[in-house]
């Protein structure tokens, strides 16, 4: 596609629910990042899958959250046993080749744990 | 650990003028530079890159990168209220995971 697609674009769900969020990255992009963005707070990262690599899992807030690629393809994020404090935008983004590229953002999956 | 410092503002101009926003970053490998656009909202879109000392220019806006003094700053030029969003900054290279500031909050008053 001509852009990172995203999906949900908004989840409600309630506390202890699993939840799934989808990204898309461009076509041809090998990184792929996932980001928290709390409101009014900055990018959390925390995720990086690069190609058929091992991913960097160094900023999952907790063993609840895991995440998902095949090969260069779609990438899913999910949470277990949701808490309110983990209603956020999750961001997720992808670059062509690995972090010194310019990273291209999908509009984001708002999450709202009630 | 890796920081990208940011004021986190606001920062309000009037119409026309020119807003800078500046960024100071620590981890002196870093090589790329980068400046996103956040509207409230919304994702961040890209507004500059930047790779060596200097400046450089595309439309109203400039990136100016000095690696001696850990600093990009960018201006934007003959701003207008359509600018008013959160700016990113954001450094990459010293490893595979950019980092990012918190943003400068720019306000852009008619």
């Keep these: ?114 | 650990q890796k920081e990208v410092e940011q004021n986190s503002g606001p920062l309000s101009v009037p119409e026309g003028a020119i807003a800078s926003l500046n960024c100071t970053y620590s981890d002196r490998v870093s090589q790329s530079f980068f400046w996103y656009r956040q509207y409230s909202g919304k994702s961040p879109e890209l507004i500059m890159s930047i790779y060596s000392n200097g400046d450089k220019e595309d439309g109203r806006f400039t990136a100016q990168l000095n690696k001696a003094s850990q600093y990009v700053s960018l201006l934007i030029r003959d701003s207008q209220p359509s600018d008013s969003a959160t700016y990113l900054c954001a450094a990459g290279g010293g490893s595979y995971i950019p980092t990012f500031g918190r943003g400068t909050s720019l306000i852009v008053h008619p």
Aim: overall charge neutral; proline content about 4%; glycine content about 10%.
């Design chain 1, 1 to 114: 596609g001509a852009g990172v697609s995203q999906s949900p674009s908004n989840k409600v769900t309630e506390k202890g629910k699993d939840v799934e969020l989808r990204c898309d990255p461009i076509s041809g992009h090998t990184a792929l990042y996932w980001y928290r963005q709390r409101l009014g707070q900055g990018l959390e990262f925390l995720i990086y899958f690069q190609g058929n690599s091992a991913p960097d899992k160094s900023g999952l807030p907790s063993d609840r959250f895991s995440a998902e690629r095949t090969g260069e393809s779609v990438s899913t994020l999910t949470i277990q046993r949701t808490q309110q404090e983990d209603s956020a935008v999750y961001l997720c983004a992808s670059s062509l080749v690995r972090g010194a590229d310019t990273q291209y953002f999908g509009p984001g999956t708002r999450l709202t744990v009630l």
